[in-house]
């Protein structure tokens, strides 16, 4: 079977939260089909994992760039954008920086709060502010933020992370209508259980609840959203903006 012709050659990426998981697998597919990409850790050398997959991929690939950068912060944020912009236009910007403080409500503090709130939404909102006017000026773009089922369903024990999760769902409506006329279109990829560090340390029981509640009966993998977000990315997406695209095997019809 001739392989498929790649979509994004000549296309830069911006991925945060590239060093492993989500992030990871979207920066791959991404320059599988030909982007050069961008991916942020917090930590120097963080994604070096990540830009040796991207190493590995066969010729046509883009080519992978590491920024050490604190989504939270916007010193940090601000020089990402320079040293991205440096290179030419942002074409796709990809907000999956995230963590998880899990906590029942009467035992979570308001610094498990603010943590969360901090990289998950203030986080994407900072980074969707750096580089928002270029992709404007640029007259079209792609901003996809990666939220989750939670944050339209709410969840025990996870108070401060469904609300920065419901919160990027109304920051990216916003989004789509403030940049609908200049070409950029934003919206929210919102997975179920996928298998990464975010999810592996989860008591078994607590595994095994989550996995009979999904009509697939099995956890997704990181590929899997990957792929989602690379097709809001293509041309194929041309008439898709403001919308939150769940992806979560049935767990939440
Ligand atoms: P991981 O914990 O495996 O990876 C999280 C990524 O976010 C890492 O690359 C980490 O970088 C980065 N990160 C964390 N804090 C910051 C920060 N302040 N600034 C910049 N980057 C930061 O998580 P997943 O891959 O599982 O999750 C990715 C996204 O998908 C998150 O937004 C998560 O909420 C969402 N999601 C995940 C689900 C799942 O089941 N796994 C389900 C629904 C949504 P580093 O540590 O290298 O600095």
Same mark, same amino acid.
């Given at each position: 079977m001739?392989?498929?012709?790649?979509? =994004?050659?000549?296309?830069?990426?911006? +991925?945060?939260?590239?060093s492993?998981?989500i992030?990871? @697998?979207i920066?791959v597919?991404?320059?599988?089909?030909g982007?050069r +990409?961008?991916?942020?850790s917090?930590? *120097?050398g963080?994604?070096d994992?990540?830009l040796?997959?991207?190493?590995? %991929?066969?010729?046509g690939?883009?080519? @992978?760039?590491a920024?050490?950068?604190?989504?939270?912060? !916007?010193?940090?944020?601000e020089q990402l954008?320079?040293? @991205?912009?440096?290179a030419? &236009?942002?074409?796709?910007?990809?907000? &999956?920086? $995230?963590?998880?403080?899990d906590?029942?409500?009467?035992?979570?503090?308001?610094?498990?709060f603010d943590?969360?709130?901090?990289?998950?939404l203030?986080?994407?909102? %900072?980074v969707c502010?750096?580089?928002?006017?270029a992709?404007?000026?640029?007259?079209?773009?792609?901003?996809?933020?990666?939220?989750s089922?939670?944050?339209?369903?709410?969840?025990?024990?996870? !108070?401060?992370?469904?609300?920065?999760? !419901?919160?990027?769902?109304?920051?990216?409506k916003? %989004?789509a209508?403030? =940049? @609908? $006329?200049?070409?950029?279109?934003? &919206?929210v990829?919102?997975?179920?259980?996928?298998?990464?560090?975010?999810?592996v340390?989860?008591? !078994?029981?607590?595994?095994? *609840?989550m996995?009979?509640?999904?009509?697939l009966?099995?956890?997704?993998?990181?590929?899997?959203?990957a792929?989602?977000?690379a097709?809001?990315?293509s041309d *194929?997406a041309?008439?898709?903006? $403001?919308?939150?695209?769940?992806?979560?095997?049935?767990?939440t019809?």
């Open positions: 001739a392989a498929s012709t790649p979509r =994004f050659p000549g296309k830069t990426a911006v +991925v945060t939260g590239a492993r998981g992030g990871r @697998a920066a597919a991404l320059a599988a089909e982007a +990409v961008f991916c942020t917090t930590k *120097a963080g994604c994992a990540t040796a997959a991207i190493a590995a %991929l066969p010729a690939a883009g080519e @992978a760039h920024v050490t950068c604190d989504v939270g912060d !916007a010193a940090s944020v954008a320079k040293t @991205a912009l440096a030419g &236009n942002v074409d796709f910007l990809i907000n &999956n920086a $995230g963590v998880t403080r906590g029942l409500f009467l035992r979570m503090g308001a610094d498990d943590a969360v709130l901090q990289t998950n203030r986080g994407t909102f %900072l502010k750096a580089f928002a006017r992709m404007a000026k640029a007259r079209g773009g792609r901003i996809v933020s990666i939220g089922v939670v944050g339209l369903t709410g969840n025990s024990g996870q !108070a401060n992370y469904a609300a920065s999760k !419901a919160g990027l769902i109304g920051l990216s916003s %989004l209508q403030e =940049f @609908a $006329g200049r070409g950029v279109l934003c &919206n990829v919102a997975p179920g259980f996928i298998t990464t560090d975010m999810t340390d989860l008591p !078994a029981d607590v595994q095994a *609840a996995q009979q509640r999904i009509p009966e099995r956890p997704g993998s990181p590929e899997e959203i792929g989602v977000v097709f809001l990315c *194929a041309s008439y898709i903006t $403001g919308q939150t695209l769940v992806v979560d095997g049935g767990m019809m």
